[in-house]
C-alpha cells in the first residue's frame, strides 16, 4: 500500500495545506468538496500542488512531521522545483 505526503495551496502566494493519506485521491476530492470541516473548507484550499509517495505510514508520517517544521520559503521551493506552475496536479491522479 502506498501513503502520501501532500501539499495543497489556494494560489502561488496563498495559504498551504500539508497532509499524509493512503489515498491521495480519496482525500483531496474531500477537500476539494469541503467534506470534512476545518482549515481547508474554512479558507478554499483544493488545488493538489505537490505529493511523495511512501512504501510505509512510518516514512510518510515522519517526512510530514519534517515539512511542518520548515519555513514556507522551503515548502514554496520544494513546490517549485517539481511543479513550478503551480498546476493543480488532481486531474492527472484521479484519472
Not at 38 to 55: A, H, K, P, Q
Amino acid at each position: 500500500m502506498a501513503y502520501y505526503v501532500y501539499l495543497l495551496a489556494t494560489r502561488e502566494d496563498g495559504a498551504l495545506y500539508l497532509g499524509v493519506t493512503n489515498d491521495l485521491v480519496r482525500r483531496v476530492y474531500e477537500h476539494r468538496t469541503k467534506a470534512v470541516p476545518g482549515f481547508t473548507s474554512r479558507y478554499n484550499i483544493s488545488r493538489l500542488v505537490w505529493f511523495e509517495v511512501y512504501d510505509d505510514p512510518i516514512s510518510a508520517i515522519t517526512r510530514e512531521k519534517e515539512l511542518k517544521k520548515w519555513q514556507r520559503d522551503w515548502k514554496v521551493a520544494l513546490i517549485l522545483r517539481d511543479n513550478p506552475g503551480w498546476e493543480d496536479l488532481y486531474e492527472t491522479i484521479a484519472q
